[in-house]
């Protein structure tokens, strides 16, 4: 019967996304709204700043040593904020293809040079790149919050304002992105320094929703992470997350109750394996039972929990799989799994030059290693998108919902920066499958883009998208009327 009624609503879907979407084409493209959040009319995509993308290209990056030692200089007393602001060790750099990888070579006056491969995968890095679309809206009012010297942010609001509440942390392990317990010192943000924060994080546009996390060090051990908490939800920040090593939630229930009733949305919890080998580096001796019965308060306290994997290359990038396949077993309680490949900074910012190399886990390999390690039907080259191609259906909800407060969460960073790769789980079996196996996203994602582009009215602009969502299901969509039909079954995001 699914297989009948899919067969029908595919043909007539069809035809008629042929003739409206012919129609479409020859009418005039109308303007798109202009909302109170943004500084002008909603961007078309040809209106967009392309991103920097294409090999062989020249950019900008930073000696490592340069960097460091400015940093040293600042904490010394040797220099101030402004001069590393100013002049932060950044140096020219040649993004390239050679011997079938994709690398970066930059070269220093005075400490040498650098490489650093990128990818294994050249095709897979260049369709990364193929489907950016395009920078967001150029910020208006934001001197005081992006006056970061040649670093500073031109356009756009980003993903995430990362609030780091604490340099103090109750483990001292590598890696450790900030150094915490390992300076001599303790720094923590107090309440007129977190209050100013958020008034400049209001105070420009485009006024968007991002999500806020807190960070650290160790979040949860300042004294002000529950009012720190509660302040942004009185300003209006809704999507409020904590990076946890997860021992204070697994210490009390009550403290997961708390911070939930606070306004906490949901935890990014730090997991590099499933097993006490793979965590060994942490230096906690029961490091699972900590986050097993972390993620048990979490799920009780009603908040999500994203699993926040730090990849070191010869460490645990050999179970990667692994981490997936207790994500799917623990689906009610986690909501996703964000795989970090080490940066070397903080703790590691001293690192050779031959264990950076050997360390370093190219983004791309993530794909590939998933796909070796688990036996869902991951294909790279199918199944894998830039974590900004969200920003399409971004789009599309603003041209939606015109009379919108805030703009949506718009992820405007580079292609090669962030991906991602949509799952449909079964959470009563454990099981799950691409989303690209079944309906084609890529497809849809560029139908998005043209009939937003369009400038119709919002009940055009719906009736044309759910054309297109009928017909990029073929020939699967009697297995996603199945699958509809089952709500223990929810999509899952796995992020790179």
Known sequence: MFECMASHSRFTSSAAWTIASSVNRVLPEGALPAPSWAPGRLLKKHQRTPMGTGVPRRTLSLCPECNREAVEAVIRGQSDVAGFRERPGIIDAEILEEGGRILMRKA????????????????????????????DFDCVGDREVHDHGPNSIRAGRGSYLIVDLTNRCNMMCRPCFMDANGVGYVDETDMEELKTIFERAGSFKPNREINVLFSGGEATLSPIFLDAIRHAKSKGFHRLHASTNGIRFAESRNFAVEASAAGLHGVYLQFDGVSEEKNKHRGLGNYM???????????????????????VNGLNNDCVGEIVRFALRNADQIHGVIFQPVMFTGRDERISTEDRYAER??????????????SIDWRPMRDWYPASAYAIFSHLDDVLDRGAERGS??????????????????????????????????????????????????????????????IKGRPFWSRVLSVRSNPSRKEHPIYG
């Open 108 to 135: 220093c006056e005075t400490h040498g040079p650098f490489e650093d491969v990128l990818s294994n995968h050249p095709d897979f890095f260049q369709r990364m790149e193929a489907q950016s679309l395009g920078g």
């Open 289 to 311: 039972e900590v986050k097993l019965r972390a993620l048990e308060n979490i799920a009780a306290a009603g908040m999500q929990t994203t699993l926040q994997v730090t990849v």
């Open 361 to 374: 886990y190219p983004l791309s390999q993530l794909a590939y290693d998933l796909q070796a390690q688990t």
């Open 409 to 470: 969460l718009f992820p405007d960073m580079h292609p090669d920066h962030a991906i991602m790769s949509p799952l449909l789980v079964d959470t009563e079996k454990g099981k799950a499958i691409p989303i690209p196996a079944f309906f084609d996203l890529g497809r849809f994602m560029q139908d998005v883009v043209q009939i937003t582009d369009s400038g119709r009215s919002p009940r055009v602009t719906r009736a044309m998208v759910l054309l297109s969502h009928i």
